[in-house]
């Protein structure tokens, strides 16, 4: 992805840039966006071409994708899970993750009673590992 102009224009992305959209902010949830990806998205006037009323690109996002407020912790939840098992490579989780939130019936940002607390230990208890 190297400039806003053709970043749209994958073919993974061209007919659904939620997708994409939702990649970056997994990438940026998770530490792992690219300077290049970063500079990609901030160049792209999302307020104006999905008419939303957000401030940064981040918010933008989140209003466009309708992201719930704890769509973060699902993130970082799944992501410490991999890097726990040794299988972190940022870009293919942020594919596969954005193929799954989008499935019919996604349980990515759904919290049965408790998980939404047991998500939160776990991301905490990673981060005092280092992970």
Same mark, same amino acid.
Request: contains cysteine.
């Given at each position: 992805?190297?400039?806003?102009?053709?970043?749209?224009?994958?073919? &993974?992305?061209?007919?659904?840039?939620?997708?994409?959209?939702? %990649?970056?902010?997994?990438?940026?949830?998770?530490?792992?966006?690219?300077?290049?990806? &970063? %500079?990609?998205?901030?160049? =792209?006037?999302?307020?104006?071409?999905?008419?939303?009323?957000?401030?940064?690109?981040? +918010?933008?996002?989140?209003?466009?994708?309708?992201?719930?407020?704890?769509?973060?912790?699902?993130?970082?939840?799944?992501?410490?899970?991999?890097? %726990?098992?040794?299988?972190?490579?940022?870009? +293919?989780?942020?594919?596969?993750? +954005?193929? %799954?939130?989008?499935?019919?019936?996604?349980?990515?940002?759904?919290?049965?009673?408790?998980?939404?607390?047991?998500?939160?230990?776990?991301?905490?208890?990673? &981060?005092?590992?280092? =992970?």
């Amino acid at each position: 992805m190297s400039s806003a102009s053709n970043i749209l224009q994958e073919p &993974r992305y061209k007919d659904t840039p939620a997708l994409l959209l939702f %990649e970056i902010y997994a990438l940026d949830a998770v530490g792992e966006l690219s300077a290049q990806k &970063r %500079e990609g998205i901030e160049q =792209l006037d999302l307020k104006k071409m999905f008419n939303v009323e957000a401030g940064d690109w981040k +918010a933008a996002v989140k209003q466009i994708l309708k992201l719930s407020g704890t769509i973060d912790v699902a993130i970082l939840d799944r992501w410490y899970t991999l890097k %726990e098992q040794g299988e972190a490579d940022a870009e +293919a989780f942020a594919r596969d993750l +954005a193929d %799954e939130y989008f499935k019919d019936g996604s349980a990515v940002d759904v919290w049965p009673e408790g998980a939404l607390d047991a998500a939160n230990r776990h991301i905490e208890e990673c &981060r005092a590992k280092g =992970l």
